[in-house]
């Protein structure tokens, strides 16, 4: 059986995305004897038609030329479209394209055009397959893991498979074998394992320092170790604690009881959480994880180009303005 000349590969699994575009170019690497020139185009920077172009042009360097166009949902323009159907109609000889995007759906004559059974769509692992992920990738390794440290990774990785497997992996070499990484464990890796980090941005934002908030939040992003969603949801985790403890302290529980009641050991971590309960008070840190939450959806909403600007403004009514917005944001 022939295989198809070009792929609809959508849906937000990551890992199990890539998994199969690297099974893909091994096959053809058989098929060949050699493996395929590979490419990879975006709708922002490189028109349809010029990939279309490549691809009926064959490849000068090898036997097959495979191309992987991201972003495929923002395919959308009648004329576009038209040129990708007509060409999906008639495909290149010795070529495949793999029309990606982490989107379900594109525009259904494009959808209609791709070859029966070279349409794909690879869901996230629902919550409970995660963990149970996580836990079996450990105990394969030699190391097992808590269930609050698993909450804790879930919630600073992506919600892939591939970006899981590589924030296991160094968590394995960071600790080695044998070890039961716990919640703390993890809170010392990502504090130690990056300059800038969704640890030292609460930091500052503990301090109430705004312009050094500002700073560690573009320092992350440069960096590009994290999005603004995974910082969002690390802030969250540790808003919720920090209200935690001052929910705590207000019932007359010694400071000590309260580190140890929230598992808080760290002597770094006590003088961040010290300064938050400080400068904000019980009403601050309420509108704040309502703050939060508000942020974290838009974000999910809007391009990522944009995700800096909102990260600012989230920063800016948290920090200064302690979880009072002035009026609804939209985008």
């Excluded at 525009?107 to 836990?135: L, T, V």
């Excluded at 969250?236 to 580190?259: D, M, P, Y």
């Excluded at 009641?261 to 760290?266: E, P």
């Excluded at 942020?295 to 302690?322: G, H, N």
Aim: aromatic content about 10%; hydrophobic content about 40%; charged content about 25%.
């Amino acid at each position: 059986m022939t295989e198809p000349r070009a792929y609809l590969l959508l849906g937000p699994e990551a890992g199990e995305k890539g998994a199969f575009i690297d099974s893909l170019k091994d096959k053809i690497a058989e098929r060949y004897g050699e493996p395929p020139e590979v490419s990879v185009y975006y709708p922002f920077e490189t028109p349809i038609g010029e990939v279309i172009a490549l691809l009926r042009n064959g490849s000068l360097f090898a036997r097959h030329r495979l191309i992987s166009y991201r972003d495929a949902h923002e395919i959308k323009r009648k004329e576009e479209v038209s040129l990708l159907v007509d060409y999906l109609g008639s495909p290149a000889a010795d070529t495949t394209l793999l029309l990606v995007s982490d989107e379900t759906q594109v525009d259904k004559r494009i959808a209609k055009a791709i070859p029966g059974g070279a349409s794909k769509i690879f869901w996230e692992m629902f919550e409970n397959r995660k963990r149970s992920w996580i836990a079996s990738y450990f105990a394969h390794e030699g190391l097992t893991i808590s269930p609050e440290a698993t909450e804790l990774l879930l919630d600073l990785v992506e919600n892939n498979t591939r970006d899981m497997r590589l924030e296991c992996e160094r968590l394995v070499l960071f600790f080695g074998k044998g070890k039961r990484i716990e919640l703390g464990d993890v809170e010392t890796y990502i504090y130690h394992s990056r300059e800038e980090n969704v640890f030292t941005l609460f930091d500052r934002i503990a301090d109430g320092d705004f312009p050094a908030s500002l700073s560690t939040l573009n320092s992350i992003l440069l960096s590009g170790e994290g999005n603004g969603v995974q910082l969002i949801a690390g802030l969250l985790w540790q808003f919720r604690r920090l209200l935690s403890a001052k929910s705590l302290l207000a019932s007359r529980f010694g400071s000590e009881e309260v580190w140890m009641k929230l598992g808080i050991r760290s002597k770094r971590s006590q003088k961040s959480y010290a300064a938050g309960l400080s400068n904000y008070s019980l009403d601050d840190l309420r509108r704040i994880i309502v703050l939060v939450a508000h942020y974290d959806a838009r974000l999910r909403t809007v391009r990522s180009d944009l995700q800096p600007l909102l990260l600012e403004l989230f920063l800016y009514y948290c920090v200064v303005r302690k979880g009072l917005e002035a009026e609804p944001y939209r985008v």
